[in-house]
């Protein structure tokens, strides 16, 4: 089990920038993959971004060269660093886990944050 909670949201104008930060509270070492998902009004939950254990990443096309996704290990935490902001980039943002013990996959959501893309 790993609760995560998720901070950094907010109101930002267009072109502007927000660093989101999910705290996990366990060691994160041993989970195989954490990432970033969003969902807009409307719309299918998202994947952003992701990150393996092993520091590979992926960005969906929407994102990629504006966001950046990263994880310390030693401080249990994923960031996910937003420039270049566009409307289109609001929704709320949840923080994922995955985790697989044996064959089995488990996956950990936190509570979400809201982000707000608007002049």
């Known amino acids: 089990q790993v609760q995560l909670v998720e901070s950094g949201g907010g109101l930002v104008q267009p072109g502007g920038s927000l660093r989101l930060s999910c705290a996990a509270s366990r060691s994160i070492y041993s989970l195989n993959a954490m990432g970033w998902y969003r969902q807009a009004p409307g719309k299918q939950r998202e994947l952003v971004a992701s990150?393996?254990?092993?520091?590979?990443?992926n960005y969906s096309d929407s994102v990629k060269g504006r966001f950046t996704i990263s994880r310390d290990n030693a401080k249990n935490t994923v960031a996910l660093q937003m420039n270049s902001l566009t409307p289109e980039d609001t929704a709320v943002y949840y923080c994922?886990?995955?985790?697989?013990?044996?064959?089995?996959?488990?996956?950990?959501w936190g509570q979400g944050t809201q982000v707000t893309v608007s002049s």
């Open positions: 994922n886990a995955i985790h697989y013990i044996n064959y089995d996959r488990y996956d950990y």
């Open positions: 990150i393996t254990r092993g520091g590979s990443t």
